[in-house]
Every structure is written in structure tokens, then in C-alpha cells.
């Protein structure tokens, strides 16, 4: 390792399996520093300090004596962000975005399409149960809202190099699926609801055809954030790697479980299509009841995304790490540096 070994534990050699240091990108303690413990006390591996000369592959200070588990006191960015960049240049959370200024937009765009859409439909049913009138410019912002949020989410297709094939083919598919998701919504919102009372409120009436509908969209928007949250990754391990704010990585599948909530509404609606008038009723109300509080979990998630997007923007936008920058030699000798010496792990 050079000048920036670690002291004796954390060589790989005098490691036993069981104490492999975790992924780089996993949780860590963001305010950590060096660690001071007494003389035989048990210390967990990855809180112990440099022992050499490490610069921050960022703004080049001397990381020595801090934890593995700590940032650079300077810039913010991981101590394991500059230990994976030292060791392997080609790792996917730290490579070069060439357009980051587009980049920040489109992540930006995602979430805020989304969440445009969200507010009207919330909007359409508040003005339904008190009985104003639906102006059919909220359904257009509906289907806007979906078209831009597909459009902002076209920069998690391909941010950056070194993506793999399947991940980028997975969120191409995520992106086209917003197309049959903005019909689907256009058919819901401009076609079926004018046609007859919501089935939201005590006059409605189950239907069959918007039950199916809409559990189709449900399934269609799964479908789309469990194909872009592979990629959506990459930019929250940046995040996380070079700077200090945090980000919740979840965000993503409890949107998929708050639409599983809102499934099963729908699916009671249309189990109260076969009842008799009085569970019909019963049917219907606990399936919205069900719908609202998933929709109002989906809701949530939305925000909880455009949040974690504002976070992880800085991180885009940052002055790139490069080969030329760690190791102070133009891009084709730093290159061949690393192919030569087979630094990057195999």
C-alpha cells in the first residue's frame, strides 16, 4: 500500500473471513476522526487509524491518523471514498460525469415531475369531495407532470462510464414505461372519472374498468422504480462518498410497498363489484380508505426522493476526480501506471 498502510490489522493477510471490512459504500459514522482506544482493548477494524501519509484524492490533505470511518476534515469527502479511489480508479461511484450541469437538472426534473402530478391528483379529489369543479387543465398537469418526470429521469439511463450493460438496459425500460404510464393516466383522469361519480366519496360506485385501470398503473409505476433504483444507487453511494450529507436509501422500495397498499384498495373495490348492496359498501370504503393511506405513503416517498436529490446534486456537480489529479501524471500515463502495477482490484 505504500506510505498510507494502515496499522498491522487492517492488512488482508492477518484478517480471518469472518472480519472482511464491509462495502465502501456502506453505512459509516460521517463525524468520526481518529480513534483512540487503551492497550488490549477489542477495537473494530475498519475504526482504526491511518498510519501513513494519505492525501484526499479531493483536496489533497493529509489524511494520516484519521479513522477509515472518517472524512477528510477539508472537503467533507470519505476517507473510504479516497481509499477507492487510490485503489481502484474505474470504480463506478467516483467516475466523471461529462455533462453534470444536465445531469443535476434531470435529477432534479424527476422527483419535481412527479411530485406536480401528485398534487393535482390530490387536488382532483379535494375538489371533487367538497363538491368544485374539476377543470381539465388539472388532468393535463397530471399527464405533464408524468412526461417530465420520465424526461428528467432519461440522465439515470447512463450519468457516467463504467455502467453495466443490464443496469443502463433496466433503466431504459423504467424510462419508456412512463409513455403507457402517461396513456393509462390520461385515459383515467380525462375519460373515465368525468363519466360518472367518484367512487371516493359515499355516492360512488364500484367499476370495474378504473379498478383494473389503476391497478395496472400500480403495477406499471413499480415496475419503473424497481428498473431505475439500480442506477438511482450509484449517485446515493457519490453522495455518500463525497460528502457528509445523508441519504436514505429506501426511499425507493417503500414507494413500491405504498403502492402494494393502494393494490389492495383497488383490488377490494373490485371484489365489492360481486357483493351485495350492503358489503358492496363496506367493500368500498375500506378500500378507500386503504387507497388514501397508500397514496398518502406514495406521497411522502416523493418528497423523501426530491430531498435525497437535492442532497446528492452537490456530489454531481463537484470538480471531478480524476486519474490526472491522484497521481499527478497526464490521463494515458496514469492509466498505464494502474494496468501496469494492477492496482485495480481483479
Sequence with gaps: MGSWG????????DRRPEEASPALSDTFEPTQSAYTHDEGEE????????????LCARCRYNLRGLSVRGRCPECGMSVRGTILIKVDPAASELQP????SLVGVGLLVWPLGALVAVVAIWYIR?????????????????????????AGALVIIRPHAHIPADGIARAAV?????????LGLHVLYTRLDPLGPTPFLPSGQANLERSGLRIALSLILAVILACLRPNARLFVQRSMLLRSGRVDRQTMLAMVGALGVVTLGDLAQVLASFLSTGASQSALLVGTILIAVGSMFFTVGILGVLVDCVRIVPAVLSRPISLESITGASNDEATAIFDAAGSRPQ
Design 6 to 13: 494502515f496499522d498491522r490489522a487492517m492488512r488482508p493477510r
Design 43 to 54: 477495537t473494530p477494524m475498519l475504526a482504526r487509524e491511518l498510519t501513513g501519509d494519505l
Design 97 to 100: 460525469i461529462p455533462f453534470a
Design 126 to 150: 379535494w375538489a371533487e369531495m367538497f363538491g368544485h369543479a374539476v377543470h381539465e387543465w388539472l388532468g393535463l398537469a397530471v399527464i405533464g407532470g408524468v412526461l417530465a418526470s420520465g
Design 174 to 182: 423504467g424510462v419508456f414505461l412512463y409513455l403507457p404510464l402517461a
